[in-house]
């Protein structure tokens, strides 16, 4: 089967909307992806008819819908190849994944310890870790980039030593587009003994993940980048180290057994998912992994890599337009200035002529820093986007920076 971009299209209602006048051409997907009517109507079915609290209750609905969430974390241990149940937890996000991870592995870390990051982090992959320094004397250890927004590995690889604690580093850079060799670099840091973090936000809807075959410790990413519901992330981590962490939250769910006296904790996965989960959305985001699978991986990869050359091409003809981020293996994520114009004021006039993008500093501050901007527009894009609105966009931003 091939890659039906109308049938695509026609699962996405919001794509049908206008702004202002104009029709939407939304290439904001970086940030959060549109999502498919398949899982919009399921969050409306769910909510009338079976809403009910999960893992408590011996009615129908709370079995039904602790059926339903459960049947997510089949779904996406399968998604990732995880071997097992026990290892998926359900957090907010990438977000409280990584605050979960530093909060609850960094329990163990001493002063002195180093953590090994790369300066094309998002604030979510640094913020994290820097909380950590309030209480513990913990150096971060930050690996630089290349002109053309690849990390520098030989860095990397000369930060290891003995008081390298834990390394944490994004799949794919959500400014530059750069695809990190992440095996390789889990490699490196199994071969030196330190656990590591891969940041999956930006991959997790463009490639295929396979944990086992990274070999990673952590893995984490959201499901509103994924065509899924808001409010859902995972925490992929392996058993041996989930089962040794103490919990993060305390609360519901999360217990064995409560007294003033002493409390036990639940087993995997549950220990780290204190409180009522957004169940709603959890058993939903079971829908966006069908879309996903069903629509092909490797296709969306291959539809967005044609649209990231054309567009990339189509941009470089602009006078003025300099992009950040240009590796050799890059996703679908294009960062740019046209000349000296604000990227604010070019997003605020693309808006007005339908085109959504993003603009501003893109929560990798240090980023913009070592790049010595404020910031930069960026397009990027998804399974539903199509050449025609790469054309539109491009004609768009030639009529703003006509204005200048
Ligand atoms: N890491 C990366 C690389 C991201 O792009 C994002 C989202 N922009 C995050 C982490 C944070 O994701 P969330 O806001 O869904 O927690």
Not at 134 to 148: A, G, W
Not at 299 to 307: G, M, P, V
Not at 376 to 403: G, H, P, W
């Amino acid at each position: 089967m091939g890659f039906d971009i109308e049938k695509i299209r026609g699962q996405f209602p919001i794509l049908q909307r206008t702004v202002g006048d104009k029709r939407l051409i939304y290439l904001d997907n970086t940030a959060t992806s549109q999502t498919p009517a398949s899982v919009v109507g399921n969050i409306t079915s769910l909510y009338e008819h079976t809403k009910a609290n999960v893992h408590r209750g011996v009615h129908t609905l709370s079995q039904e819908a602790t059926d339903l969430q459960e049947h997510t974390r089949r779904k996406v241990r399968d998604y990732i190849n995880a071997e097992s149940v026990e290892e998926v937890i359900f957090t907010r996000g990438t977000t409280e994944a990584i605050n979960l991870v530093a909060s609850s592995f960094g329990d163990r870390f001493r002063d002195g310890d180093e953590i090994i990051l790369t300066v094309m982090e998002h604030h979510a992959n640094i913020v994290p870790w820097q909380l950590l320094q309030r209480h513990k004397d913990i150096k971060l250890r930050v690996v630089d980039i290349n002109d053309k927004g690849e990390l520098d590995l030989e860095q990397y690889k000369g930060y290891f030593n003995d008081r390298t604690a834990f390394a944490s580093f994004t799949h794919i850079s959500n400014v530059l587009g750069t695809v990190n060799p992440v095996k390789d670099m889990i490699r490196f840091a199994r071969e030196h003994g330190v656990p590591v973090l891969v940041d999956g936000a930006q991959a997790s809807p463009h490639l295929r993940i396979d944990v086992k075959d990274l070999d990673c410790d952590f893995y984490v990413f959201s499901s509103h980048k994924m065509y899924g519901p808001t409010g859902v992330g995972v925490l992929y981590g392996k058993r041996g180290w989930l089962e040794s962490m103490p919990p993060y939250q305390g609360g519901g769910e999360m217990i064995k057994h409560v007294s003033f006296e002493g409390t036990t904790f639940a087993e995997l996965p549950f220990k780290f998912e204190a409180g009522t989960p957004d169940f709603i959305d959890i058993a939903a985001f079971s829908k966006a992994l069908d879309f996903l699978e069903e629509t092909g991986l490797d296709k969306i990869r291959r539809h967005e890599e044609e649209l990231l050359v054309y567009t990339t091409e189509r941009l470089l003809e602009i006078p003025g337009v300099k992009i950040y981020g240009e590796a050799s293996e890059k996703s679908a994520v294009i960062s740019f200035n046209v000349g000296e114009i604000h990227n604010y004021d070019i997003g605020l006039l693309l808006d007005k002529l339908g085109v959504a993008v993003r603009t501003g500093h893109h929560c990798a501050q240090p980023l913009m820093e070592r790049l010595g901007i404020p910031g930069t527009v960026r397009a990027s894009f998804a399974a539903y986007n199509t050449q025609e609105e790469a054309d539109i966009f491009i004609a768009a931003l030639k009529r703003v920076a006509a204005m200048f």
